[in-house]
């Protein structure tokens, strides 16, 4: 049985990714946990007038219990799945540290939550509630896009950088994941001139090695920024996922932290799939 955790604002968006997570999981055993982290500039004088005697827990988070307990049951009504079990849960705590505790505590297999693309001045492709869960907490992570309906997944896209090896036990994951609910994988190498011949061979090997009854296909491209090649790949290919290698201040980075906002619109025009290395 998996353990999934949902994050929710209580936001449209949010609440897609939940869609998406349900929809997609439809055929697994599936704990789903609902997360709803307050934030103290969320709270505001007026709920602790109005709480009069109650206790500041029973204040601030009765209210959320309340919105997710009517968001489950929505949520059961319109998927009507007997293999799904939901538990909702409200913290009041930095929003990486909430979700450290909960992936602890019950053995989380995957966090599911939206992003709503580029955000106002900052240009940046996701929000920084996203970008901070990606950095700080060691858990695969999937990322819908704002507005992105549901298709089922076929065709993976897996881009690396010069130090991201597929003889890792992450890439495994990768191949696991693709194995059991898509049917290709794209495999981008992005190097520059004097490493092509060194990591191609190399990902040959590893890719004789361990995909096994998988289409893929496998491409280097030299000397081009990854979010460039990333683009115009998904707007080529029939994309409906893309995974990620993320190691601390790398591809990741780069990718996401130092583009402008013409080269970054395409890049979570599908679904992301984080696996930290």
Known sequence: MKNILLLTDFSKNSINAMRYALTFFEDELCNFFILHVEVSTSYIIDDLVIGGNQSIYDTLVKK???KLAKLVTKLESEFKNKNYNFEILVDHDVLPDAINQVVALKAIDLIVMGTNGVTGAKEVVFGSNTINVIRKVDCPTLVIPEDFKYKKPEAVLLPLDPLDSLGENTFTNVLKFTNRFCKKIHILRI?????????????NRHIQSFIKNLDYEYYTVKNIPMDAVVSCYVQTHQIDLMTLLVQKKSLFERFFMGSTTTQISNKVSVPLL???C
């Open 274 to 276: 984080i696996h930290h």
């Open 191 to 203: 190097l520059p001139d004097p490493l092509i011949a060194t990591k191609t061979s190399q990902d």
């Open 64 to 66: 959320s219990k309340h």
